[in-house]
């Protein structure tokens, strides 16, 4: 039977094959939080991320973690909206929100060349009002007339009519979806040059609700559950976006604790750390002892012309050093008191010790000028006991450098001082066994421990020095990591300064005692707050200043120093002042850390205001160190009640330990510990100021030592997340002891 023939189709009838689509590929899994948070801001989905890239830079923001931890500033509460009739009950500068219609809008020349401002009138069922907006050109684009608004910022009252300066704005459409800058507490932040308020508010949101909320917990369960602190992730939320000023607070108390917790992990582990290096053990008789002593004090005889013994704070803190120092156990003490109070000498006490051993002790000065001064002193005090003293600063010649360098390599220079050139790389010590870090404040952990390392194999017995006394209130809280030695008692002979307070219009009395000094052979120093001229009202200029007192003290002669000026120019202008070449030397706080002029006995220190407390009372311990009487002049025309009742601290209290609580007290909120003169890491919420975060300061550091193992780490189980967030999260810098001043 043959074969059925095919079937022949026409083209277009019968069943299409099936044609299957191509298999979609799986979406790639979302970025795990840790992934998301390092991301750098140029490359995140951030609105705005170019110009956070941009603008990140100059507020060392570079990831999304980092903006998650660009705290707010301050607060505005927002939550109630008026009517523009209800703005009329406010007192003129208060802060408000209202939901407007546009009817105007127009742009009008200021009487400031190239200087416009955007007006906008406003009305709603109640009444009218106006926004003003000075020089943002931009403002005209961004709505139209009849467009519905929320404004929100200062009113000012003129007359009948309300009207907002420079004020916030979103169309009401948005802003019912997007409550981010009214209706709420809204956070107001620091910004830089392209960066508008609005546009960070925004993308902080986006952070949050990308990364934040998710940010992995790092704290213990059970520490968290019994201190009763929000998880991290809903903290970080409410500090930038809170519902209620409770959930403010309670967020705020968590990242308070947290910055806590890293400062006391950061000492503690540093201390149990040290406690297990080996140092040498420098013991010495009760013969050399003496001899030591004996020779500081002679030597100060010697200077000053009279009979001098050593203080009773400096023999109680001589004799803490040497017990010390006879250990095997690294010494790390702070020894901090006034200028003048006799530090130097002390210091010498220590450096001496290691010379008589055979080895070396270094000390390490933050200016040139000091490191000259320091060696110059040491020097002295040391030279009766045949121990040679070598400087080492980034200013001498290269013959000098290289000398000092084999000095110090070859044990020759049995004490060295010098500045940040003591660190570099091609300095070696044949046998470092003690340092003294003057001004310890200035430096960072990691310069302090550049110069340890070079003690070789053995830990060095350090010395740390201040003439920043520590509140002790915080020192009981924040220094439990060393041991402190207070040199309260005053050298013997001391004169007391005597201190006013003046207006700028009142020192023509002050002039003339200028001239009266310098007729009997005495020097005045004159510290403003600025090199330049200013904008700022009230600052006064260093340059400027000079220039104006030679006209007006003429004949005198009238130098000038400040901390643009190259090193050696600073210093022959320091030494012409010291020598009795000037009558008068201008300048900035570089003063501060000066030469010692016993001559100098009027200090005059204008704009007096702008200084903080301590920094006074250093600036004043410039004068007074011969045996005439001594004059301090703060010329301030403020009158803000805090600033007036910190100067009349400094009039009033000359005991460096009692001005360094009360100026404690006194702070403002957010000068936060004044950190920059303490040396202290940077905290950025927590304020030893409050007393419920002190008690969460001594909270934080019996949880350190809980943590901690016996070679200061965390070895716990489930300290894996908390070890991976002190170093690279947002607690690194204070876990590492980085200080304010970044030095």
């Known amino acids: 039977m043959p074969a059925p023939k095919p079937v022949r189709r026409a083209p277009g009838s019968g069943p299409k094959p099936v044609r299957r689509a191509p298999a979609r590929p799986e979406p790639p899994p979302p970025p ?8 750098p801001l140029g490359s995140s989905r951030l609105p705005g991320a170019a110009t956070l890239r941009r603008a990140g830079l100059r507020l060392d923001l570079r990831t999304v973690r980092d903006i998650l931890f660009h705290l707010p500033s301050r607060y505005e509460d927002r939550r109630a909206i008026l009517t523009l009739a209800g703005l009329r009950q406010l007192s003129d500068g208060a802060s408000a929100s209202a939901r407007v219609r546009v009817v105007g809008l127009r742009v009008e020349q200021t009487w400031r060349r190239r200087v416009q401002r955007t007006i906008a009138s406003l009305a709603d069922e109640t009444g009218e009002a106006e926004a003003v907006w000075f020089g943002r050109r931009f403002i005209e684009r961004r709505f139209r007339e009849g467009d519905r608004l929320i404004v929100s910022g200062r009113v000012k009252l003129r007359g009948y ?44 949101r986006a952070a949050i609700d990308q990364a934040g909320l998710a940010y992995p917990e790092y704290l213990p369960a059970d520490l968290r559950t019994g201190e009763r602190l929000e998880p991290i992730g809903r903290a970080v939320e409410q500090v930038h976006f809170p519902d209620t000023p409770e959930t403010l607070e309670a967020a705020l108390r968590r990242l308070a604790f947290d910055e806590l917790l890293a400062l006391q992990l950061g000492m503690v582990g540093r201390r149990r750390q040290r406690g297990r290096t080996e140092a040498r053990a420098l013991a010495i008789d009760a013969g050399r002892d003496a001899a030591i002593r004996l020779a500081l004090a002679e030597t100060l005889s010697l200077k000053l012309g009279r009979p001098v013994e050593l203080t009773v704070d400096q ?19 702070l020894l901090q008191g006034d200028v003048g109070s006799g530090k130097t000498a002390v210091a010498a006490y220590a450096l001496a010790v290691a010379a008589g051993h055979g080895h070396q002790g270094a000390l390490l000065a933050p200016t040139d000028l000091l490191a000259r001064q320091h060696a110059a002193t040491i020097g002295d005090l040391l030279a009766p006991l045949g121990i040679p003293v070598a400087l080492l600063t980034g200013s001498l010649n290269a013959a000098a450098t290289r000398g000092a360098r084999q000095a110090i390599a070859t044990g020759q220079a049995g004490v060295v001082v010098g500045t940040h050139a003591l660190i570099q790389a091609g300095v070696e010590f044949r046998s470092l066994s003690v340092v003294v870090i003057d001004e310890q404040h200035r430096f960072g952990v990691d310069q302090r421990g550049q110069l340890e390392a070079k003690a070789g194999g053995t830990a060095p017995h350090v010395l740390l020095m201040t003439a920043t006394p520590i509140p002790r209130t915080l020192g009981q809280v924040l220094y439990a990591d060393l041991e402190v030695s207070d040199l309260r008692t005053p050298p013997e002979g001391r004169i007391p300064i005597a201190t006013g307070i003046r207006a700028s219009a009142e020192l023509d009395g002050t002039w003339r005692r200028v001239r009266e000094e310098a007729d009997a052979g005495f020097r005045t120093f004159v510290v403003v707050p600025a090199i330049e001229e200013s904008d700022e009202a009230g600052a006064v200029a260093a340059e400027s200043e000079a220039v104006r007192l030679r006209e007006l003290l003429q004949p005198l002669r009238v ?10 120019d600073r210093d022959f202008e320091m030494g012409r002042f010291r020598d009795g070449l000037l009558d008068v030397l201008v300048g900035t706080t570089v003063v501060e850390v000066g030469v010692d002029v016993p001559e100098a006995t009027l200090m005059v220190i204008e704009g007096a205001d702008r200084f903080g407390l301590a920094q006074l009372h250093q600036l004043r311990g410039r004068v007074g160190r011969g045996t005439a009487r001594s004059f301090c002049v703060l010329v301030s025309d403020t009158s803000d009640e805090t600033a007036l009742a910190r100067l009349t ?17 006194l702070r403002r909120e957010g000068d936060v510990l004044g950190l920059a003169q303490s040396g202290l890491p940077r905290l950025r919420v ?11 300061a001594v909270t934080a550091r019996r949880h350190a030592e ?38």
């Open 706 to 743: 809980a943590l901690l193992g016996p070679a200061g780490e965390l070895v716990g189980p489930g300290l894996a997340p908390l070890r991976h967030e002190l170093e690279a999260g947002w607690l690194e810098r204070i876990w590492a002891g980085e200080p304010a001043s970044g030095a």
């Open 649 to 665: 601290a400094v009039r009033d209290i000359r005991d460096g330990f009692e001005l360094a609580e009360k100026d404690f007290l």
């Open 315 to 333: 023999a109680k803190a001589i004799g803490a050093i040497r017990a010390d120092l006879a250990g095997g156990e690294p010494m790390l003490r």
């Open 161 to 204: 009519l309300p009207v907002f300066d420079d004020p916030e704005f979103s169309r009401e459409d948005e802003s019912g979806a997007d409550p981010l800058h009214a209706g709420r507490i809204v956070p107001v932040y620091r910004l830089t040059a392209g960066l508008t308020t609005q546009r960070l508010r925004a993308s902080i």
């Open 559 to 568: 130098g000038l120093v400040h901390g643009r000026m190259k090193a050696a």
């Open 32 to 39: 795990d939080p840790e992934t998301l948070l390092a991301t």
């Open 686 to 696: 927590a304020s030893l100021q409050r007393p419920e975060h002190r008690e969460l």
